[in-house]
C-alpha cells in the first residue's frame, strides 16, 4: 500500500482566532507514515541555508530551507527571489493529498529543516503579494514537536500571544484574513528536542511577481 494511501485518524478542529480562519488537524498521517515521510524528505531534499534581511541586514536563515513548486511558481521573500526545485514524486503526491484535505490548490511548497531547539523563525506574516490577499497555506509538521505562536499584527502584551504544540503529523490550516491581521514565529527552545521538518503549501499567483 502507498504511504499516501494510508487511512489517517481524527479530523479538523477549528482553532478561535478573532479575524482570521485557523484549524488544525493533530494526527493528519500516522505515526508510521511520519516517521517514513520524514526520513525520506530530511535524506532526499536538497537543503539550503536562505539568505534573509532582518534590520536591513542580510544574514543566514537560523534554519535550513528548500523552495520546491511548479516551473513558474519564482516567489520573492525577504527581497530574494527564489527560483523553484523541481517536486519530487512523494512531495507531489503529498500535495495533492494535502489539497484535497485542506480544499485549497497549491503549486509550491517552502521546506524548513531545524536541527535542533536553536533553529527558529522570527515573527512574520504570509503576505507578500505573490500569495493573494487571502492566501489558504497548509502547514505540515513532522518530527519534534515545537511551539507555534501567532500574535495579532499590532499586539501590545503578551496576553495575545496564542500557542499551538505543532506534533509529528500534524496538518494546521491558515486562511481567511490571517495573514493580514496576525504574525507568526517559531521560538527557539532550550528543552532537548530533535529535528522538525515543515512542509508550507501555498499557491503562487503568476503573473504578481
Not at 485557523?22 to 537543503?47: H, K, T, V
Not at 513548486?69 to 527564489?82: E, I, K, L, Q, W
Request: with cysteine; glycine share 8%; charged share 25%.
Amino acid at each position: 500500500m502507498s504511504l499516501f494511501d494510508l487511512p489517517t485518524t481524527d479530523t479538523w478542529q477549528p482553532l478561535p482566532l478573532p479575524g482570521g480562519e485557523l484549524s488544525l488537524w493533530p494526527r493528519w498521517l500516522s505515526a508510521a507514515d511520519a516517521d517514513a515521510l520524514l526520513a525520506e524528505l530530511q535524506a532526499g531534499i536538497p537543503w539550503e541555508t536562505h539568505r534573509i534581511r532582518i534590520y536591513g541586514r542580510e544574514v543566514d536563515s537560523p534554519r535550513l530551507s528548500c523552495w520546491i513548486g511548479d516551473a513558474d511558481a519564482t516567489y520573492v521573500y525577504s527581497r530574494t527571489r527564489f527560483e523553484p526545485h523541481p517536486w519530487t514524486p512523494a512531495l507531489a503526491a503529498l500535495r495533492d493529498r494535502v489539497a484535497a484535505a485542506s480544499g485549497a490548490r497549491f503549486n509550491s511548497v517552502l521546506a524548513n529543516l531545524y536541527r535542533d531547539g536553536n533553529d527558529s523563525m522570527g515573527w512574520h506574516s504570509d503576505n507578500e503579494p505573490e500569495l493573494g490577499e487571502r492566501p489558504v497555506i497548509a502547514s505540515l509538521s513532522l518530527g519534534a514537536v515545537r511551539r507555534f505562536r501567532l500574535k495579532p499584527r499590532h499586539a501590545d502584551g503578551r496576553r495575545e500571544v496564542r500557542v499551538i504544540e505543532l506534533g509529528h503529523g500534524s496538518l494546521l490550516r491558515m486562511a481567511g484574513d490571517t495573514q493580514q491581521h496576525y504574525v507568526h514565529d517559531l521560538p527557539r527552545t532550550s528543552a532537548a528536542t530533535g529535528a522538525r521538518l515543515n512542509l508550507t503549501f501555498r499557491l503562487v499567483m503568476s503573473g504578481r511577481r
